[in-house]
């Protein structure tokens, strides 16, 4: 359990060049200010100016780390060694995001920040047996850290006390590199280092096919519109990529680069999770955030390293089921850059 007198703050990353605003409810990403062309600076991210939207939770997961499980489990339910657990439904018809009180709408406790020229923060959160229907106490931390004048390093760690159980974190983040208050991501461009996606049943769980999207409205193996072909994919693009060729570095991969024309910003993202949900922020509709900043359909864009959709009940997937002892690692590097 979290210390009970631990209270939402927010504690900043700032070396000069970048500056990152973190909350340690949902280590949560607020603002993330980064220069573009003429070193003009701008925030990046969706959000809100204080807490309370966040409290009330106004916020579609912006910025936040969910968990114990991202994205969506199939009816909600699971077996594990034989036992059948059942989570809450809180995107019917299945459960998604940890639940009711995943990971994102915790306080988590302060271990410590540094400042200088490689500040950090780092958050602990101490998750219970039962919580959310999930399996075994497990206790996680996330680690903040500007690891150079204009890139992000998060480190996600997680290990199970007790129990077997399925652990896969993925950091939300709403990105419009032009700036959050400036309209729709239709006009960045994006390439993903994936020749394959998990398709989807209507309930936007996977099938349990994983498809080459060579030749679909899905491939962005190259530098491409985000808006393309996104009229051809429903509402817009929520599906789970397969990263399986991106160059590595430091032990990760290289996963998606984006690229906003109107103010030169560059992003590279490098994981070394296996999959990454792109998301085209299809169900924002009408969030006032930051300077009253309307929030609408792909106001932002998602990149969200993860295990793969349901994965604890397909077989075929990369397992995410995490031994007692054993460490749940998860690292994440936010790149930024001008072209």
Not at 86 to 110: A, C, E, M, Q, T
Not at 219 to 230: A, C, P
Not at 281 to 309: D, M, R
Request: aromatic content about 10%; hydrophobic content about 30%.
């Amino acid at each position: 359990m979290a210390d009970p007198n631990t209270k939402p703050e927010l504690f900043e990353l700032n070396n000069g060049t970048m500056s990152v605003l973190i909350t340690n409810l949902g280590c949560t990403i607020t603002s993330l200010s980064v220069p573009g062309k003429d070193e003009k600076l701008a925030d990046v991210v969706l959000g809100f100016d204080s807490l309370e939207p966040y409290l009330k939770g106004a916020a579609p997961y912006f910025g936040c780390i969910v968990g114990r499980v991202a994205n969506r489990v199939k009816d909600g339910k699971f077996t594990l060694n034989g036992v059948e657990f059942s989570l809450p439904i809180n995107k019917p018809p299945n459960s998604l995001h940890g639940g009711h009180k995943g990971f994102d709408k915790r306080v988590w406790d302060l271990v410590e920040h540094k400042k200088g020229e490689n500040p950090s923060v780092t958050f602990k959160y101490h998750a219970h047996d039962g919580e959310e229907g999930y399996p075994g106490d497990v206790s996680v931390t996330a680690t903040y850290k500007l690891t150079s004048s204009t890139t992000l390093r998060l480190d996600m760690e997680a290990v199970p006390e007790n129990k077997p159980t399925p652990i896969s974190l993925a950091q939300h983040t709403y990105w419009n590199l032009a700036g959050h208050n400036s309209g729709n991501i239709l006009d960045h461009s994006i390439q993903i280092w994936a020749n394959h996606i998990t398709p989807v049943d209507q309930n936007t769980i996977p099938t349990g096919e994983i498809v080459p999207v060579k030749g679909t409205p899905f491939d962005f193996t190259y530098e491409k519109r985000v808006g393309e072909s996104i009229h051809e994919v429903g509402i817009g693009y929520d599906h789970n990529y397969v990263l399986d060729h991106g160059e590595e570095k430091s032990g990760l991969k290289h996963a998606a680069k984006v690229k906003d024309p109107s103010s030169s910003r560059v992003l590279n993202l490098w994981s070394n999770a296996p999959g990454m949900q792109f998301y085209t922020g299809n169900y924002v509709n009408g969030v006032t955030g930051k300077g009253g900043a309307v929030y609408g359909k792909h106001a932002g864009l998602c990149l969200e390293t993860q295990g793969f959709p349901n994965a604890i009940n397909q077989s075929n997937f990369p397992s995410v089921v995490v031994q007692p002892g054993e460490k749940y690692k998860h690292t994440m590097l936010f790149e930024f850059s001008v072209e």
